[in-house]
């Protein structure tokens, strides 16, 4: 099993940057992918940017704001967010996947302003 705790959420205005820090526990040996998802209200939950097997993907709309850094073999994943538009309000969930299993976090909430 994989334990998965996200922080870093919170309000912040448009224009402004957030860090989130992602940080499992548990099995942690394995994990061969980590990445941030998001989910806005009435919205389906939606990819950021994921970490897997060397490589980094992004979702269309936060390429060039966005970038997920960590250590998949450590267990530690952070999405650093700048130029932040109110269209980026979510809940946002760290994702690991361990064995072909994927493990979720219950999120952390950024709110932007506008």
């Known amino acids: 099993q994989v334990q998965l705790v996200e922080s870093g959420g919170g309000l912040v205005q448009a224009g402004g940057s957030l860090r989130l820090s992602c940080a499992a526990s548990?099995?942690?040996?394995?994990?061969?992918?980590m990445g941030w998802y998001r989910q806005a209200p009435g919205e389906q939950r939606e990819l950021v940017a994921i970490?897997?097997?060397?490589?980094?993907d992004y979702a269309d709309s936060v390429k060039g704001r966005f970038t997920i850094s960590g250590d998949n073999a450590k267990g530690t994943v952070y999405l650093q967010m700048n130029s932040l538009k109110p269209e980026d309000t979510a809940v946002y969930y760290c994702?690991?996947?361990?064995?072909?299993?994927?493990?979720w976090g219950k999120g952390t909430l950024v709110t932007v302003s506008s």
């Open positions: 994702k690991a996947t361990r064995l072909l299993m994927d493990y």
């Open positions: 970490r897997s097997g060397g490589r980094t």
């Open positions: 548990g099995s942690v040996f394995g994990i061969n992918a």
